[in-house]
């Protein structure tokens, strides 16, 4: 079965990589998140993080969403339309993103708050990604705010 993956693939974000002499076509950012991921997650194999795992744990979480705040802005301005992205800053951002995610595992939190925090964090963007969207595209057309509180 030959499945064409551009349809699955919502977006034209994506890499191009030659593996075994075939062509993979990755998601940009998705890449640059398991790069980050996977070079961290090896670190900590290898490197004792103290000055992380000495921090209060209200630091830690500070220096977690500081590291995935550079892939918040870059999704928020581009679903906004501000600004165009491209797909070096979205492996750049992606592979921060990867490395927040490796940290939260780091923090002294219970795994419930740690998909509580990465559920928040996840929450809040979409929804300021998307309402601010709904909110920019109304007020180019000259639709009034408050029809967003009533359509569906």
Known sequence: MNLNWEILIAHNHWITINFCGRKLKVCARCFGVVIGFSTFLTLTTL???KFFQTLNVL???????GLALPVIIDW???????R???NR??????FLEGASVVFLYLTSLSLVQKIFVLMT??????NLGFLGEKIILMSKTGEKVSKLKTSK
């Not at 800053?89 to 992606?94: D, K, M, P, V």
């Not at 964090?121 to 979409?126: D, E, M, N, Q, R």
């Open 47 to 49: 490197v004792e993080f």
């Open 89 to 94: 800053i979205r492996i750049l951002t992606g």
């Open 59 to 65: 630091y830690q979480l500070c220096f977690c969403v």
């Open 84 to 86: 165009e992205s491209n």
């Open 121 to 126: 964090v996840s929450g809040l963007t979409l």
């Open 76 to 82: 928020v301005t581009q679903t906004w339309k501000l």
